[in-house]
């Protein structure tokens, strides 16, 4: 049934008229352009339509847009702050953590959300985190090494 919803984006507020059933991943892509979050597989399986609602990870492809009324959205558009990359980017670029890129705006914003509930966690306590987040490049060492270090220096 086609609405208003409304929801803030990176910070901003959104007012849409859409059928509140439809994928929040489609409405990020292609009605608001936030493209960071990438379709895998649409079935909830990759991890790499990953956003963050009201601090937590979420996949949009299997979140409808009518769930995320009134409630913060926050997509790898939304991470950096002042043109300062977050630590978590810049860990990511540091450890060659990103190859083709495909699965990173996913893997960053599943790993803020770890870090928020666990800013100190173990390599064991980061794959299993992830797990949930396929890179079909093979990064997962650098992802880890990257995701451990934006640990350290964000105090954890």
Request: aromatic letters at 4%.
């Amino acid at each position: 049934m086609i609405g208003i919803v409304r929801f803030t984006l990176n910070g901003r507020a959104v007012n849409l008229e859409v059928d509140g059933e439809r994928p929040l991943l489609w409405v990020l892509r292609t009605d608001l352009g936030a493209t960071g979050a990438k379709y895998g597989c649409g079935e909830g399986h990759c991890g790499s339509c990953t956003v963050l609602v009201d601090g937590a990870a979420v996949l949009a492809c299997q979140t409808r847009v009518r769930d995320v009324a009134g409630r913060q959205v926050l997509t790898i558009e939304g991470l950096e702050a002042d043109g300062e990359l977050h630590p978590l980017q810049r860990a990511f670029v540091e450890h060659g953590a990103l190859q083709c890129g495909y699965c990173t705006p996913g893997m960053i914003l599943k790993a803020h959300s770890l870090l928020a509930a666990n800013p100190r966690p173990t390599q064991g306590d980061v794959r299993r985190g992830l797990e949930g987040n396929l890179c079909r490049c093979g990064a997962h060492k650098r992802i880890v090494e990257a995701v451990l270090a934006a640990s350290r220096e964000t105090g954890g």
